[in-house]
């Protein structure tokens, strides 16, 4: 785990023990050490619902993945939104018992701005290639900026 290039998370045992690489830094900021150690749910509080997906993957040994996911990470001073694509796996004992899970995950949020930037300046040219005048180009641009969000 910790000579992966990538943040990669170990969540351990019935209480989802959580540690982590150094690379979980890089997205969490200097909360990833604060989590290391902790049961999921004294870690990760404010996102239990996705403890429940962990459990899953222990109870039925099926992987999981999600692609540009919403989150809002309480970095302590602010709270900001990030977009990961995380792919999740159990871990097996010697005796083929899933003791937890294994994943990584992968920071997306510029892939996510860049598209949403792209839609919005696609709608912007659409939406104005054809105005009369100044006051319609300007409602015009106006709608667009209303529908980007």
């Known amino acids: 785990m910790n000579s992966a290039t990538i943040p990669t998370f170990l969540f351990w045992g019935a209480d ?3 540690m982590c690489n150094k690379h979980c830094s890089e997205t969490m900021g200097p909360l990833w050490k ?3 150690g902790k049961p999921y749910k004294d870690a ?4 239990l619902e996705y403890a429940k997906i962990l ?3 222990v109870d039925t040994g099926h992987s999981i993945s999600f692609n540009k996911q919403i989150t809002f ?3 302590g001073d602010i709270l900001e939104e990030k977009y990961f694509s995380y792919s999740g796996h159990p871990i097996y004992n010697g005796q083929g018992i899933i003791e937890g899970t294994i994943g990584q995950q992968y920071d997306v949020t510029d892939e996510v701005v860049a598209e949403r930037r792209i839609k ?3 709608s912007l040219g659409k939406n104005t290639t054809a105005v009369k005048d100044e006051n319609e180009f ?4 106006m709608e667009s900026l209303e529908a980007a969000q």
């Open 16 to 18: 989802l023990i959580v």
């Open 34 to 36: 604060q989590s290391v």
């Open 44 to 47: 990760y509080p404010d996102q």
């Open 55 to 57: 459990l899953d993957v």
């Open 73 to 75: 990470l309480d970095k």
């Open 120 to 122: 919005m300046l696609s």
């Open 138 to 141: 300007w409602i015009k641009c």
